[in-house]
């Protein structure tokens, strides 16, 4: 094993109590979930492996861990974007700076990328939304359960925002196979933070088409924008600094928490947040927020 299992800590945050499984701990630079999802590829040996590609947005969380991976396992990282911001280029900050000085090549591309069969070449689907993610995710599911086990709560409720829905899904499903002969009670809940409930449903379907893996699906009444800079986002963001001094990722998690506060059932049994990282990509996030509302100061009303 490379990573230690990942610590769980108790905060308050509007007037409830939660544990937070800190996965954005688990490493310096490759944490968070997608840490969870690329251990597979950590962990085994794929000595043929000479290049690793993928796709998605010039900012991606994945995008950066796989740099990270590509560089621990002496690989190359060619990554394929649809646009540059010529701002961005101009002054690289957040994943893709990150990414950058890691060795990523980048490629802009307005064309899909198809499933590459070279040889010596590792396709990585965007955000890591593959089978081999279920390796780590696994991990993840033995872990909570162990905690579970040795605090003594046989009931628990876990929440995290979902992107593609790959670790909730996973999540879900290990917990699953893993109580089946056991007295504990745990169910995972997500919300669809990039598209809307069927859209989840659909990635959900295709990693598992078995419907009793799948994790409970949770949101606001009103439509959601992924990215898009919601006053209320960085409300409960601030609010969530001040109050428990944990940093939470800006484009998932307060989209998370806000879906979590509306649901106050889940609070008939312990809650468990999952913090998925992610806290580097703020850096480009928190100045366009800072600049869009100069006078929030995340003590008002929600
Ligand atoms: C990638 C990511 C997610 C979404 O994970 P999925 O497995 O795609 O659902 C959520 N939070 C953070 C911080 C992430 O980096």
Not at 49 to 64: E, L, R
Not at 212 to 226: G, M, R, S
Not at 271 to 299: A, C, D, T
Request: proline share 3%; glycine share 6%; with cysteine.
């Amino acid at each position: 094993m490379i990573f230690e299992s990942s610590p769980v800590e108790t905060i308050s945050f509007e007037g409830h109590s939660f544990y937070v499984k800190r996965d954005d701990l688990l490493h310096l630079d490759f944490s968070g979930n997608k840490a969870r999802k690329f251990y597979y590829f950590l962990q085994n040996n794929f000595s043929d492996i000479k290049k690793v590609v993928s796709y998605g947005s010039a900012q991606s969380n994945a995008m950066y861990s796989l740099s990270v991976l590509a560089k621990m396992k002496g690989w190359e990282f060619e990554y394929y974007v649809d646009h540059l911001a010529k701002y961005l280029k101009e002054n690289p900050h957040g994943n893709y700076a990150g990414a950058l000085k890691n060795n990523t090549v980048f490629k802009v591309s307005s064309e899909q990328l198809a499933v590459s069969s070279e040889e010596n070449v590792l396709f990585v689907e965007e955000g890591g939304r593959q089978k081999e993610a279920e390796y780590g995710i696994k991990l993840l599911a033995q872990e909570i359960m162990d905690w579970q086990k040795e605090n003594d709560i046989q009931e628990l409720n876990i929440f995290l925002p979902s992107g593609t829905g790959t670790t909730a899904l996973f999540l879900q499903k290990n917990i699953t196979l893993l109580t089946a002969h056991c007295s504990l009670l745990t169910n995972v809940y997500t919300c669809p933070c990039v598209g809307d409930i069927e859209y989840l449903k659909k990635q959900f379907l295709e990693l598992e088409a078995d419907e009793k893996y799948h994790p409970v699906i949770l949101t606001l009444e009103k439509k959601h924008h992924f990215a898009k800079l919601y006053k209320e986002n960085y409300k409960i963001w601030l609010k969530l600094q001040q109050q428990t001094g944990v940093e939470f990722d800006l484009l998932y998690d307060p989209l998370g928490w806000r879906v979590m506060l509306a649901h106050t059932e889940l609070f008939d049994k312990p809650v468990m947040y999952i913090h998925q990282g992610g806290i580097l990509g703020n850096k480009s996030m928190l100045p366009r927020y800072e600049r869009k509302y100069k006078n929030i100061e995340g003590s008002g009303d929600l």
